[in-house]
Structures are given as structure tokens and as C-alpha cells.
């Protein structure tokens, strides 16, 4: 056989030529299902640029639908590791099936990328040397919106979010930022993922009349939410806040309701860089749709994962010097160069932004060079 006759390194350079498989556990299904198609649009616009090729060697995707749903997610990522036998995972939108996904990851030794779902303790307490994030965590732009909140004279702040891992975090971050700057948050109000019946809670919201909401909602659910708190005229003497979801890619669905609204993230609309302009209009022309933050994610996550098969010429079975590259990239991302933490979660300016047309236009830096506090990581 013609194996039988190659010898180790024979083998090793066969396995070299063999297709690096990228396994993306994404949502094609659901309120996030928009966000996943970015992503992945993203993550492969990246490896077309370098022709198809990471390091040399062709990329082979496979790919299951999650369904934001994580009672699906071990058996999901299962399908990814056991059947497909990919090299890395990619994925995902939603905390509570990221979370799932790192409990594996962290069990198998599968070399993880999440190129959204901010879950505090993937880089925090499950922090692990093959768990990377490109995104952000839940604190990050929901801390750096507390304390804008703050600065502008908010004294009394309500929250409203689904009730899971990244709203339930999102608002414990803005609550810790908003009260470091001398606010108080008087009401945290909660519906079940991913619910859009706000009616009771905005009802709740103008009868206590708070100074100012803070909303963590995404996709499909962020369009109704911002419609809603319109619709009930509340928007009038309520200002609503937000971490950039609430507002990154979908001003095209909130139209006149969005107009105005102030919310921070790790990236915006018209940064003007010529990265950022280039990596844009890349975008529009292949895909027929504006880039947004789960593209620049998307993109970034293939930028990482090229800069570790770089460092080994390919060869991911040298996983420990792959790693360790990924660990101490710069990677030069359409919201600016980015590193990553120590945790590696990246370590990014945070921007406010406010909504202007179909833009999230920047208005200023509202944290630079943001890490999260990667609380209980131990590497
Ligand atoms: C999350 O579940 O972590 C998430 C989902 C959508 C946007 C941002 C975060």
C-alpha cells in the first residue's frame, strides 16, 4: 500500500497537504440566524483573500446549524469533532451554546475559536490555552456603556434583557460601570430567550420611569425591542442604551426608530480607516450587504487562525507553537490592530457610537484598550 511505504515523515508531509477542516457551529435558524451568516461570510472572505489557503494548505468547511439552542449544543459540537473530525471549531452566536461548546473543547483538547458569544467565563474561569475569542465578552461594551451612562447625568437606570448567560452579564457589567460613576440601578426586568412579547415590561418601565434603560437584545429580537419601546412613545422622555447589538446590523429593519440612539461596541460604521474602508467595500462587492461587527468577528477569527498555521507552516498537529502564536498575535482588524489578553479574549478600544441613517456612526472612544477582567482564569 502505498502509505505502507511512505515512512513517518512520508505520512506527515501527506498529512500536511490534506485539507485543514474548519468546523463551524454557527445559527442558520432563529432570531440569530442573520449574525451566524455573517460570521461565516466573514471567516471566508478571509481565506479567499489568501487564496483559498491558509499556511499553504486548502480549507475544507463543514457546518451545523446550532440553532441558538443549547440544550442541542453537546450533541452539535459532538457532530463537529467525532464525525466530521475537524481540525477547529468555529463558532458560536449564543452564550449558553458557546459555553457548551468551550465544556467540550476544554474535555477534548479541540482547538476553539468563538467568534461571538461573549460569555464572560469562556475567558474567564474556563479560560484554556485552546480557547480563543475575537469578539469581546459581555462586560466589555455593557461596562464601557455604564459608565457613558453615568457621564451623561443618569442617576436612576432600569435594565431589560433575555434571561441567559449574555444578558443576564451584559447587564452586570453596565450595572458595575453605571454604579462606579455614581448611578444606581433600581430594576433589572427579564424574559425568557428569545421571547419578543415586551409589551408587559415596557409597561413596567413607564410606570416606574426610570432616568434612563439599558436593553441587552440582538438580531431579529433587537429589531422589536427598539420598535416597541418607540411605539409606546417611551423613547420621549426615556432615553434607551444598549451595547451595539441593539443597533449593528439591523438599522435597516428599525428605520426611524433607531435614529439618534447611543450604544458602545468594539466596532462602528464609519471608522475611515483605509483598513476598515478596504475590508468594507471588499464585503459589500462579494456578499451585496454592508459588513457589520459578526463580519469584522467572522474575518478576524480566519486572520487568527492563519497567523497560528503561519507560525507552523501549516502543520496544526504542532498544536502547542500554533497556540502559542495564536496567543501573541496582533491582528489587524477593520476596528483597528488588535492583541489578546492573557485569557485571550481580545483587548480592544470600546466606541460609542450613535445611530445616524443606516450608520452606527463614531462618535469618540469611550474606553481604549479594554480587557476584561477575565475573573477566575487560571492558565
Ligand atoms: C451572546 O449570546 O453572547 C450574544 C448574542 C448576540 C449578540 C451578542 C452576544
Known sequence: MAVATLGAAGQAAAQNNAPIKVGFMLPATGTFANL??????????????????????????????????????????????????????????????????????????????????????????????????????????????????????????MTITWNYAAGNESVKGFTEGFEKGGGKVSDNLTLPFPNVEYQALLTQIASQKPDAVYAFFAGGGAVKFVKDYVAAGLNKTIPLYGPGFLTDGTLEAQGEAAQGMLTTLHYADNLNTPRDNAFRLAFAKAFKTNADVYAVQGYDAAQLLATGLKAVNGDISKRDQLQEAMRKAKIDSPRGTFSLSAAQNPVQDIYLRQVNGKNNEVKGVAIKSLADPARGCKM
Open 36 to 157: 451566524g451568516a455573517m460570521i461565516e461570510n466573514g471567516f471566508k472572505m478571509h481565506v479567499d483573500e489568501q487564496g483559498g489557503k491558509l499556511a499553504g494548505r486548502e480549507v475544507q468547511y463543514f457546518k451545523v446549524d446550532d440553532e441558538s439552542d443549547p440544550a442541542k449544543a453537546t450533541d452539535n459540537v459532538n457532530k463537529l469533532i467525532k464525525r466530521d473530525q475537524v481540525d477547529v471549531l468555529v463558532g458560536t452566536v449564543h452564550s449558553g451554546v458557546a459555553l457548551a461548546m468551550a465544556k467540550v473543547a476544554r474535555e477534548t483538547g479541540t482547538l476553539l475559536i468563538v467568534p461571538n458569544a461573549g460569555a464572560d467565563v469562556i475567558t474567564g474561569a474556563m479560560c484554556a490555552k485552546n480557547i480563543f475569542r475575537t469578539s469581546f465578552s459581555n462586560w466589555q461594551p455593557a461596562f464601557a456603556m455604564g459608565k457613558v451612562a453615568a457621564e451623561r447625568g443618569h442617576k436612576r437606570a
